[in-house]
C-alpha cells in the first residue's frame, strides 16, 4: 500500500530524530529525481548542479517542518518551495539577488502546483517522463517509477509479473542511467 506524501509528513514529524527515519528517506528519494533535473536545467557558469541540488534538498526538509495540510497538497507547496529555492540560489550566484537564504513560506501560494504525489508541476511531468522514456526501456522505467512511488523489490514484481532480481536489476540499471544523465 503506497503512503502519500501527507502521511510521510505527518510521521516525520513525530520522529525523534526525523533526518534519519526511513520514512524521511522515502520522501527524499521522491522528490530526488525531480531536484536533480531542476539543478540540472538552472546550472550555469556561477554555480554548479550539486549546489543546487544541495538547496533544492534544504527547502525539501524547510517543506517538511513548515506544511500545513488544511492549505493544499505536500507536493504543490514542497515543489513551489524547492523551486523557488532553486531559483533563488541560482540567481544569487550570478549576482542578482542580495539573499537568497530564509525562504518565506508565506509566499507560496495555496494553488502553487497541481496536486501530483511528486512531480513538482504537470510540465516537468511531462519532461520528466518524456526524458525517462528515451533513455530507460519500457521496463526500466516502469520499475523506477513503482519505485518512487514507495514498493518494494518483491511488490514491484508482482505489479509487473517478473522476477524480483528482474525487478532489481532494472531498477541498478536506470538509476545508473539517470545518474549518468545528471
Known amino acids: 500500500m503506497k503512503v502519500t506524501d501527507e502521511e510521510l509528513v505527518g510521521i516525520i514529524r513525530t520522529q525523534p530524530d526525523p ?42 526538509f524547510d517543506a517538511i517542518r513548515a506544511y500545513d495540510s488544511t492549505k493544499g497538497t505536500f507536493s504543490a507547496f514542497a515543489g513551489r518551495c524547492i523551486s523557488n529555492r532553486m531559483i533563488n540560489s541560482a540567481a544569487k550566484a550570478r549576482g542578482r539577488l542580495e539573499k537568497a537564504d530564509n525562504f518565506d513560506f508565506t509566499l507560496v501560494p495555496d494553488s502553487a502546483a497541481p496536486t501530483d504525489d511528486y512531480l513538482i508541476s504537470k ?60
Not at 528482474?166 to 549518468?180: C, G, I, Q, V, Y
Open 123 to 182: 510540465e516537468d511531468d511531462t519532461a520528466v517522463t518524456e526524458k525517462m522514456l528515451t533513455l530507460l526501456s519500457k521496463k526500466e522505467y516502469n520499475v523506477f517509477r513503482l519505485h518512487l512511488d514507495g514498493y518494494s523489490y518483491r511488490q514491484i514484481a508482482e505489479k509487473l509479473g517478473i522476477p524480483p532480481k528482474s525487478a532489481d536489476n532494472a531498477l541498478s540499471r536506470a538509476k545508473k542511467k539517470l545518474k549518468e544523465l545528471l
Open 19 to 60: 533526518l534519519q527515519s526511513g520514512e524521511t528517506a522515502l520522501l527524499i528519494s521522491r522528490y530526488s529525481p525531480v531536484i536533480r533535473l531542476k539543478a540540472a536545467k538552472l546550472r550555469n557558469k556561477d554555480i554548479e548542479s550539486e549546489d543546487l541540488c544541495q538547496e533544492g534538498y534544504l527547502a525539501l
